[in-house]
């Protein structure tokens, strides 16, 4: 049994389709359909099954996988201590976050100062950042969300209150502070169903005993700014200051409307320098803001 051989079946598993699975990994078809052959030989039973030219990965093949994939993911993190040691290369982190917008200060900064690390990010849901780091698939995640997984650690490096973002004309722009029930008839913009953000707003409104009424979702922080800018309707918003300075930012009383944002990552598998560094450094960057 080859590497080689495991690394094929794996895209293949993935994809459940021979030629689609070749032009990934740039080979010929029919060299790819001998190795997978060449494999089952010598595992000694079908991992697919095969109808008119289909392939599913049946019970065999899933069983199969699981170990496959645990196997090249310790030769992975062997060859990444191995390198560190050796002190071959500067180092690599995947990063998975289910939003950039607190996180890209710091990320520039930490990539100034190590400008040969190379750093892959990928954006998901807080749900799938979990699965990506118990599988191996990223070393480290940053959400908003609270993770409650086995064999998964955090640290939460920035804690953030909401304000209800009004224009500096609107009725409520003169109070000093609110209830979220205060604002139970006003014209809202959201997020988009699902965006993390406002999955967390939700929250806040359940709490509140309110269903708010929205006249417009998007899925980013700065379109939020600019439509209560125009006075189209208000918003639940987490940055003060700055570009947000002609807005009208109003202290919440009730509910505590805070975001909590982490660094999360396993606890079981290897996790590289590179990667400890920078859980390090931008755990440092917030606690001196």
Known sequence: ???????????????????????????????LSKTIARLEEHVGVSLFDRHGGRIRLNSFG???LNKV?????????AKKEVLELAGL???????ATSTLTRLSEPLGKFLTLHPHVNMQITQASTAEIAQLIETGAVDIGFTAMPVDHPGIAY??????DLYLAVHPK?????????????????PFIG???????????????????ISPKFVCRV?????VVSLVRTGLGVALFGCKGGENSDLTLLPIEYPVCQRNYQLIWSEKRYFSLAARKFRDFVIQYFSSR
Not at 219 to 223: K, R, S
């Open 69 to 77: 994939e645990a196997a090249l993911g310790l030769l992975d993190e």
């Open 1 to 31: 049994m080859e590497l080689l051989q495991l690394q094929y079946f794996r895209t293949v598993a993935k994809l459940e389709h021979m030629t689609r699975a070749a032009q990934e990994l740039r080979i010929a078809q029919p060299a």
């Open 191 to 209: 997020y988009k169903e699902g965006f993390v953000f406002q999955r967390m707003n939700d929250m806040f409104f359940r709490e509140a005993g």
């Open 155 to 160: 640290a939460t490096v920035l804690k953030e």
């Open 62 to 64: 899933r069983a199969f």
């Open 89 to 95: 290369e500067q180092g690599s982190i995947h990063l």
């Open 219 to 223: 899925d980013e922080p700065a379109a």
């Open 170 to 186: 609107h009725r409520l722009a003169n109070r000093q502070s609110i209830r979220l029930s205060d604002a139970a008839d006003e």
